[in-house]
């Protein structure tokens, strides 16, 4: 069994014996119960990033960080606003649409990321 747990690359929660047939049911809903304690940390501690490079670094940025991003003045450079700063790097518009799902390309020059948009005004003054 050692050897499939290294195939499939699985490891053992806990082991439930069978000479007790009253406490196998209580100790499979306390395992079901571990397991999903587990998957909603897991969930919560995977928060997807965003790689940006500025000259020789590369920057990881968690998505959630993002407010938007925007044409700059300097030619093909992009500003991106977080919610802690803002700084440049090249790159085009049309290439950071693409980067996540969550980005929204709203306008010729912005691009937002939608998790972060609070509410959009319809009428224009």
């Known amino acids: 069994m050692v050897f499939l747990t290294f195939k499939y690359q ?3 929660l ?5 000479d007790e047939p009253e406490k196998i049911q209580s100790r499979i809903i306390e395992d079901i119960k571990l397991c999903s304690k587990q998957f909603e940390k897991d969930a919560a501690d995977s928060d997807d990033y965003c790689q940006i490079k500025t000259g020789e670094l590369v920057r990881s940025i968690k998505i959630s960080d993002i407010l938007f991003f925007e044409s700059s003045t300097v030619p093909h450079k992009i500003t991106v606003h977080l919610k802690d700063g803002s700084f440049e ?3 085009t518009i049309k290439e950071i ?3 996540n799902e969550l980005f929204f390309r709203c306008h010729k020059s912005y691009v937002v990321n939608i ?6 005004r319809m009428k224009l003054r």
């Open 115 to 120: 998790n972060n948009v609070e509410y959009i």
């Open 97 to 99: 649409e693409k980067k």
């Open 89 to 91: 790097f090249y790159s």
């Open 10 to 12: 699985i490891e053992a």
């Open 14 to 18: 806990d082991f439930i014996l069978k």
